[in-house]
């Protein structure tokens, strides 16, 4: 099963390269169920794999000046201090037994998987249908407010579950902020960098890390977005989006029939 593992994480790491987003969402799956690595310990790892993979993927756009590092602020600030905060104080506060069905028993650990099964439905319906934006709706003027709220949003969720929310972010910068695309997943790219890795110190227990681990499944990833980078130069990344949606909603359900099942 681990060397699937190994083999999920150079797809994560290209479908990030290609689609710009989504491919994240899979790394708690392929971390417990592959790896058999305890849910809450993978939440962090996924922080980091994620955060690194994604610090990698933004330099290309950096270089191309297609990084708004003042939306970055507005965004990205807020969002680093609720990950923070999440995954310093909410995740230790939740409890491990949550509640008692009958017999059906959700645990903490049942808790997040299920919320991030949830999390991997959202965001394969969001890849089957495409990221369109009404040119109408968007913002005539520059909207803080509304970036600061998502930003805190997007910092609460992926402290709790260890997703990216590039999905989320990349709409949110088009239409508040009347970003062309390109720039909107450079920008998307950065602050889930910073977003994810702050993440990861807040809950850093070092005793518990494998780094060599980690590291090793981080420069795996880290090489398929250079892989998908390239690939996306001939490949039309928007065409395959629906497809790998497809395939994260039947990884959503596989997710929710196995907690719900044990």
């Not at 417990?32 to 990698?56: E, W």
């Not at 297609?66 to 999440?86: K, R």
């Not at 949830?118 to 109408?136: P, T, Y």
């Not at 494998?210 to 990344?237: E, H, P, R, Y």
Request: net charge positive.
């Amino acid at each position: 099963m681990e060397f699937l593992g190994y083999i999920a994480s150079i797809g994560i790491g290209i479908s990030l390269g290609l689609i710009g987003g989504g491919g994240s969402i899979l790394t708690v799956p392929v971390l417990v169920y592959l790896f058999q690595i305890d849910p809450l310990l993978a939440t962090s790892y996924s922080l980091f794999i994620v955060g690194s993979t994604s610090a990698v993927g933004a330099v290309p756009y950096f270089r191309n000046n297609l990084v708004d590092f003042q939306t970055a602020l507005y965004f990205g600030l807020p969002s680093i201090i609720t990950v923070f905060l999440t995954r310093l104080y909410i995740i230790e506060a939740i409890p491990n037994h949550l509640f008692q069905i009958g017999s059906f028993e959700i645990t903490k650990n049942m808790g997040i998987m299920l919320l991030f099964a949830i999390l991997m439905l959202f965001a394969a319906l969001k890849m089957i249908k495409g990221n369109q934006v009404d040119e109408s709706k968007k913002i005539s003027q520059r909207s803080v407010l509304p970036l600061v709220f998502q930003g805190a949003a997007v910092g609460f969720i992926s402290g709790l579950v260890g997703a990216g929310g590039g999905f989320l972010i990349i709409p949110a910068l088009i239409i508040f902020n009347q970003m062309p695309m390109k720039k909107a997943v450079g920008t998307s790219l950065l602050i889930i960098a910073a977003n994810s890795l702050f993440g990861f110190i807040g809950k850093l227990d070092f005793h518990l890390i494998n780094w060599t681990f980690l590291l090793t499944l981080s420069g795996i990833a880290i090489t398929g977005i250079l892989i998908g980078s390239k690939l996306s130069q001939k490949i039309d990344g928007k065409k395959l989006k629906p497809a790998f949606g497809w395939f994260v909603l039947l990884m959503g359900i596989v997710v929710i029939i196995q907690e719900i099942s044990k």
